[in-house]
């Protein structure tokens, strides 16, 4: 197959393409400058504009497009770039799409979608939630509709990463390290959480099966914020008795501690199960050790 990356740069896009190529996949990736190797095309999303031909026999794309949502606080011009860092991009992919017969578009979306769900379980056929994240996802999917008439669409709603570096796990690992892993408020909260090498796997698995909608790129046993401290001060060998007040993450951090820290996802991963994708690390214990290992 031949497969054009957007957003090739992050931690994902960086796995996604190696993994690709692994499996002997041509892959191209979309830059914002003059290309400096042969496998990259330019783009200029603002503008709507993407290098002629850079689409040309394409099989898939993939845009994994958006500004980082927990770098800054969230103000009002920050919610703005959150917001225009990904419906922008996904406008433009899906008019390419659906104008140049690309019959496959992979868009990013996130886990947030559902809201603060509590204790219920959750899946690819539970409601939008409330809040800034879940309005930003339905914002971000829905700007996929261009192409829905002529591709197959699948919305990846992603959940954090553990990984050996970078992603939610390599932010945190240190402080663990340090004796400063604890649990975030009162820890009741759900995280839903999957490996680096099963999110790749996943990705991958949409792309080269009849798969379309939304796509829960989780884990199958999301766990409390004080289940995944436990489980991390166990790997790293540190006791973990610190507590983050939610008053002090709030004064801190906003509404992004609020939405991103303090709420959660009871999410399961339905369709992947259903079509019968095998996790290499369905429990966390098993993922946080290969992320350590890794």
């Known amino acids: ?58 099989d898939a794309v993939v845009n994994l497009c958006g500004a980082g949502i927990g770098d800054k606080r969230w103000s009002d011009a920050r919610k703005q770039v959150l ?17 140049r017969g690309v019959p496959v578009l992979v868009n990013a979306s996130a886990i947030g979608y559902y809201g603060d769900t509590g204790d219920e379980i959750v899946d690819e056929s539970s409601p939008s939630g409330t809040g800034f994240l ?41 402080l663990f390290s340090l004796f400063l892993g604890g649990r975030l408020g009162d820890g009741r909260q759900y995280m839903p ?40 001060g166990h790997a790293v060998r540190r006791p973990t008795p610190w507590v983050a007040p939610a008053f002090a993450l709030k004064a801190v951090l906003g509404e992004m501690a609020e939405e991103g820290l303090l709420g959660g996802q009871r999410a399961v991963p339905r369709v992947l199960e259903h079509r019968g994708f095998q996790f290499l690390h369905p429990a966390l214990g098993a993922a946080v050790a290969a992320a350590l290992a890794g």
């Open 134 to 174: 879940a309005g930003l996802c339905r914002q971000w999917e829905a700007a996929t509709a261009p192409a829905d008439e002529h591709a197959r669409v699948v919305r990846l709603r992603t959940s954090p990463v553990i990984s050996p570096s970078g992603g939610m796990f390599g932010k945190i690992r240190p």
């Open 83 to 99: 917001l225009d860092s990904r419906t922008v991009p996904t406008e433009v992919l899906a008019a390419a799409v659906a104008e």
């Open 1 to 58: 197959m031949r497969v054009v990356i957007a957003g090739s740069s992050g931690l994902i896009g960086t796995s996604l393409v190696a993994a690709l190529r692994g499996a002997e996949h041509e892959v191209l990736r979309l830059v914002r400058r003059r290309p400096g190797a042969p496998d990259e095309r330019e783009w200029d999303p603002p503008a709507g504009r993407i290098d002629a031909g850079a689409l040309d026999g394409v």
């Open 193 to 232: 959480w999957i490996s680096l090498d099963d999110a790749i796997a996943a990705i991958r698995f949409v792309i080269e099966h009849d798969v379309a909608g939304p796509v829960n790129i989780t884990a199958p046993s999301p766990v409390t914020n004080a289940e995944f401290t436990r489980t991390i």
